[in-house]
């Protein structure tokens, strides 16, 4: 119950906003040029809040990039404005949008950013991870907890980082692995022999990246609010348009190597055994997973919100951390891309998705090392069902061939997230993952000489002008693929392509794609085509191609901080979105280096000294031993070091 003072100050607040607003005043041309002209100019924030008597204020629709910059008076209040949000919400209306999308004010100024309980948790938390990355270094440096190895002979770094651990005791085993000098030079290290074929991917992997961040550019950006919303609209029919849709294939790419990298080094690791243990193997990969993105919620509730300011940074990491403090548990249970309520880090579908695939690898694996004819079928199942099930859903549904004239939120929840019309490249994947195990195991074991990948990558291996083809008529597939959409286009209101060649473009069109992709590595794999292998799989890739799946993690709250936060309004062109991205890609993995220093390397090389603690031989005599045989009493336990999942 509101009393009469009350009312009469409210009244009395209310006659000063508007007085203010309407009458005369030395700020009225302040607040006429600070203030947007038309949607989406954010107006000049600085310029308001600096002068004497003028605030800068929100006035847009909520959950939605509509948004005009206003300079108003100081003394007027977010309610006071009531009048201008609801005609924000009659253009809502009038633009068909959903219910919950209303018209509000909000004034930056006024909505500080607090620091919470929970934030101060979050501080002591991480200065303990700072601690024993402090710790790690002592340990690492110092005789502390172990007696620091003295070496006299020459050795490889990865030798004398076998005798730092093996000269630790258990404790100092265990801050070793919060050591970032360590962890750094583990990063960097990265030997390859001659023979290293599929280092090709490092460069696959990074070039892949940064396209999803290209493609993510455009959303993040429009989301942001542009000022040129026409040109939006006739952006899709440019060859801008074409350049950034690569992204659309970069994701395949990844559920490709993925799937390859995790058939291969399992089949590898498991190879003359009849059974082994599932369970482990599950294990492993959640604890690769589950610790780092926990993590990563604790680090982006704890300092996200105090990282920016601007206009729209504060409604945009409230929104961004309410979902996420609702939907925290669908990417930790890997049902994000089937259960879409919360929305945290949305860019996680992906992970579920790739998890749900690796579920079946351990069985096709255990089938294939008992049975290879029954192994085959079962990848053969996959392949044909990752075809038939997105023709399906594309014809029911009435689908066209591109995400930029369909309806978006059909397409992707049905043809683009959905795990069950996304297998069909992870599935190529574990095929060629089998081949490549079979052609390399031939190298040493007769037995394999004559299989199917044996004979696959082998044609290959004795033929030149095969690979020149290859590498020529794949480019020019997957090329294909990229710019085939672009005929959907040329009509905005018309259907260029009917709906049975939708359907079958929907259903190949992913599957066709990496296979070309694997038939562009093929010869890179065998040691031909050496000067593209070099590009691809120079050392100059390697340490980027480690931080790719933290880059992945972060790359979407980079792109949000870096639009949310401008104070300059938006305008949306090919050129811009190139510029952003390459900057974004160089943050992002900026960023991605220390937390992967400090999260994801320890916990995997905890799991490592947990799961699989190293064991040393028995000395025949004391002090007999030379230092490189210390230097290699670490059992190389790992199993599958090398999947990662992006």
Known sequence: MVNGADCVGVIAQER???????????????????????????????????????????????????????????????????????????????????????????????NPVTVSGGHI????????IGVLCILGLFVEYTSFMGQAPHIDEPLSDANKDKMLVASKS???????????????????????????????LNGIRVISMYLVILGHTNALMIAGGVINIVGVQGFVNSWWAIIIGIGFYSVDVFFFVSAFLATYLMIGKFHGKRFFNIPMVYLHRLIRVVPTLLLLYAMFFTFFQFLGSGPLWKPYTDDAIENCQRGWWQPILFISSWYTKGNCFGQLWYLSNEMTYFLFVPFIVLAYLNSKLIG?????????????????????????????????????????????TRTGAYSVGVLFGVLYFEWNKSRTDPTYRYSVGARFYNLFKANTPLCVAAFVLSSALMLFFILFPSVELLEPEERKISQIPSDFFNGFHRSTFVAALGFFLAPMFVGRLTLIKNIFGGKLWAPWAKVTFMSYLVHINVLGWFFM??????????????????????VTVLISVPISLVIESPILQLERLVLFPPRQKAEPEKGKNTLLEKATLINKSDISKNTDDM
């Open 16 to 110: 000063g906003c508007m007085e203010t607003l309407l009458g005369s005043s030395e700020s009225v041309l302040t607040m006429v040029m600070a203030t947007g002209k038309f949607i989406n100019d954010r107006g000049d924030p600085d310029a308001c809040d600096l002068n004497s008597g003028t605030q800068y204020a929100i006035l847009g629709i909520v959950g939605n990039p509509i948004i005009i910059g206003l300079c108003i008076p100081d003394v007027c209040e977010e309610d006071d404005l009531q009048i201008l949000a609801d005609s924000m919400t009659a253009l809502a209306r009038q633009l068909q949008l959903p219910e919950e999308a209303v018209g509000g004010v909000y004034i930056p100024s006024k």
């Open 121 to 128: 948790v979050g501080f002591v938390g991480f200065g303990l």
């Open 170 to 200: 258990i404790p100092g085993k265990l801050f070793l692995a919060f050591s970032p000098s360590r962890n750094l030079k583990k990063m960097f290290y990265t030997p390859q022999r001659k023979d290293d074929y599929l280092s090709a």
């Open 376 to 420: 085959y079928a079962l990848i053969t199942f996959f392949n044909i069902a990752g075809i038939v099930l997105p023709f399906t859903f594309s014809h029911i549904r009435g689908h066209t061939i591109t995400i930029l004239k369909d309806p978006a939120v059909l397409y992707i929840q049905e043809l683009y997230n959905y795990p069950y």
């Open 565 to 586: 936060q401008s104070k300059g309004s938006l305008y949306f062109d090919g050129p811009s979105q190139i510029f952003y991205s390459l900057a974004t890609f160089l």
